[in-house]
């Protein structure tokens, strides 16, 4: 048995009947920079990694945020560790690499562990590299755990390992004393009790050991769900098979290697992932590692477009634009050239899409579900009780003919219709990168959560730093966010379910106008306009009436066959196709009846969360939105999540409350994750 060799190399002894564990260590010592002012310039700062032993140490001066492709071209930022020695038992060692904590340093605070970013790399014979952890945040490893690795058993000459340990400052850590999104603060109180960056500290060992019992390695994400399949499917006590495998003749005739979920929603339970502030369904496991996903809900209710293609459709515009900018780090979760195949199947049993004569791709990072998928989600139950019936009319991508698109109706069954007559559900669809780590159990009230996404946010984190969909606590009741505004902080909320007085659904008019809060000869409780902003407003708590600013209602008709834009944009109609909402020229309150300014409202058309969610085919209510139809009528949900319209004054349906709160709100307190038996909405304060 080999001694140490010096001070970068530790070894792995065996005796002829145990092992000797050996733990080495080393430590990231107190670092600090500042930034000061708006432009957050970088004044100075140092890093020291050191072993454990003291006897070698990386110094890095004027230390700033990188991105891993700057990080990678530096020379100064790791340290080199190698594990040797030899096995001649017979059963193999198992040993294992992980991330801990360092010391404590009295009077200092340490760095949120998502800002500290490591490379893990094993060195061959010779010197190429392998990446065995790329650009991992601190928090993201499973039980701290980086490696697990084996010394082969009966091996009478030394074994060498040599690792190299890369160590940066996340690219988007913010340093500032007057940006709200900041990571850290520039000086001491940018926030009450908020200390400065120079004040902050990281300290994190590296341990080493192993023994005779099998590890398990970190696992990929599609590899952790494989496993809750097969955990699923070999449980003594359930007999269901939550899993459709495309598998060259396993279970059917077909040979793309393919796992789709298939089955009720009792079997497929396994498969809920929490990403970007919404609650997400894998569909499928590619061979590659890459998945499927589906939104668990239709997130707003729109007209498909002028033709049935998907290609510049308006279902495609939202996705790829007002969709796309709610994703938290696209470019390294999600396929941005993902291929969406829209080729028309009008078959009364949906075929491979692959497989049809004329080709339709596009491609793109967000789609649909075409029927083929969808159909291979009830090949394990009924129509009516697959785990992807959510109770509401959803589109799919797939054109039925030349005239019908492909829906999924509130019963589950597959039907079609007009693009530009009808306005059903949008449950927009991605495809994971493969490599991804996950977090969790997958399970509803504990879904997976992709490293890579916002992490839970310490208390004092700025509201208006978050996620679009993720929950808030107001006044005792549950709202998503639905929009930030960048400019000035502020941040949008709508309320989840309609309101309601003692559990039964509240029913109103509209107003007496097609136009919210513009009557002025009808102000009573029986329009929601008024109750909104009077009665109910009145009714808020102080505390949580002081957090609301008056926001901007758009009001820009929707008819039928109208691209959703048109709510909110006044551009014309020929122009709206190639503008984004972002960029179009909105409606202000010099245009006559198209806009309101109040502190409530009601979902937009178009609006993220803008459509039923609730209880399914049993919806308690129809639902109104704030969008007039037309001059004389107004656009509402209906209970299965299609919009129509009815005239504001005569019919009588459901709210949920849209408000503004003000810029400077922070969470204290909850994961903004509602879900199964996890209810954890953000608490907020001033």
Not at 309 to 328: A, I, P
Not at 412 to 440: C, Q, W
């Amino acid at each position: 048995m080999k001694n140490l060799i010096n001070n970068k190399k530790i070894m792995i002894g065996l005796l002829t009947f145990g092992i000797v564990m050996i733990v080495m260590g080393s430590s990231l010592a107190f670092f600090n920079y500042t930034r000061t002012g708006a432009n957050n310039r970088l004044i100075t700062g140092n890093i020291y990694l050191t072993l454990n032993e003291g006897l070698d140490k990386i110094s890095l001066e004027n230390v700033f945020p990188m991105t891993k492709e700057e990080a990678r071209s530096k020379t100064n930022n790791f340290i080199t560790f190698t594990l040797s020695g030899v096995n001649t038992s017979d059963k193999d060692i198992y040993y294992e690499i992980k991330l801990k904590y360092g010391d404590d340093k009295t009077g200092y605070t340490r760095f949120n562990d998502k800002d500290l970013v490591f490379d893990l790399i094993e060195v061959g014979d010779n010197n190429e590299e392998t990446y065995i952890v790329d650009a991992k945040s601190f928090d993201s490893f499973n039980d701290r755990k980086v490696w697990v690795d084996t010394v082969d058993h009966n091996t009478t000459t030394e074994v060498v390992k040599t690792y190299k340990l890369r160590v940066w400052l996340n690219e988007d850590v913010i340093i500032s004393d007057s940006n709200p999104n900041r990571s850290y603060c520039a000086i001491d109180n940018c926030v009450t009790g908020e200390v400065a960056f120079k004040k902050h500290y990281a300290s994190v060992k590296i341990s080493v050991f192993g023994d005779f019992t099998e590890k398990e390695r970190p696992l990929s994400g599609s590899q952790k769900v494989l496993k809750a399949i097969n955990n699923k499917i070999n449980a003594e006590t359930n007999a269901c098979n939550p899993i459709w495998v495309d598998d060259n003749g396993t279970t059917n005739d077909e040979t793309d290697d393919i796992t789709y979920f298939s089955g009720t929603n009792t079997c497929v339970d396994m498969n809920y992932v929490w990403y970007s502030g919404k609650l997400w369904r894998i569909t499928a496991i590619y061979p590659d590692g890459s998945m499927k996903m589906i939104t668990e809900d239709a997130l707003t209710a729109i007209n498909w477009g002028s033709t049935v293609e998907y290609d510049g459709s308006w279902v495609y515009q939202w996705l790829n634009e007002d969709f796309y900018d709610t994703l938290v780090n696209p470019s390294d979760i999600i396929i941005a050239n993902s291929i969406w195949n829209y080729s028309t199947d009008g078959n009364s049993t949906p075929v491979k899409p692959e497989t049809i004569a004329t080709q339709k791709t596009k491609e793109a990072p967000i789609g649909l579900l075409n029927a083929y998928e969808y159909y291979n989600a009830y090949r394990n139950a009924d129509r009516s009780t697959n785990y992807l019936n959510i109770g509401y009319n959803w589109w799919l991508l797939t054109p039925y003919s030349t005239s019908d698109v492909r829906y999924v109706y509130s019963n589950g069954n597959l039907s079609h219709n007009s693009p530009s007559s009808y306005t059903d559900g949008v449950r927009p669809s991605i495809n994971l990168k493969s490599g991804l780590e996950f977090a969790g159990t997958g399970i509803k009230s504990n879904p997976y959560k992709i490293v890579g996404d916002k992490e839970n946010p310490i208390n004092g984190t700025l509201i208006s730093s978050r996620s679009v969909g993720e929950y808030v606590k107001f006044d005792g009741d549950n709202y998503r966010i639905v929009s930030i505004d960048e400019t000035n902080g502020t941040t949008k909320l709508t309320r989840v379910d309609y309101l309601r007085d003692n559990g039964t659904v509240i029913t109103k008019n509209f107003a007496s106008t097609a136009y919210f809060g513009k009557s002025t000869n009808t102000q009573t409780d029986t329009y929601w306009d008024y109750y909104l902003n009077n009665t109910w407003y009145n009714n808020i708590n102080t505390t949580y009436k002081n957090m609301l600013v008056d926001g901007t209602y758009y009001l820009g008709l929707y008819p039928n066959n109208t691209n959703y834009k048109a709510t909110l944009c006044k551009d014309t109609a020929s122009t709206l196709d190639s503008i984004t909402t972002k960029n179009c020229t909105k409606y202000t309150s010099s245009d006559a009846n198209k806009t309101f300014t109040g502190k409530v409202g009601l979902p937009r058309v178009g609006d993220m969360f803008s459509s039923q969610l609730g209880s399914g085919y049993s919806s308690s209510s129809n639902i109104w939105t704030i969008t007039p139809y037309s001059t004389s009528n107004v656009r509402y949900i209906f209970d299965i999540g299609s919009l129509y319209s009815h005239s504001p004054s005569s019919g009588t349906y459901g709210g949920r409350p849209s408000i503004v709160i003000k810029s400077g709100i922070k969470i204290t307190g909850g994961t903004g994750y509602v879900g199964g038996d996890t209810n954890s909405p953000f608490e907020i304060s001033e």
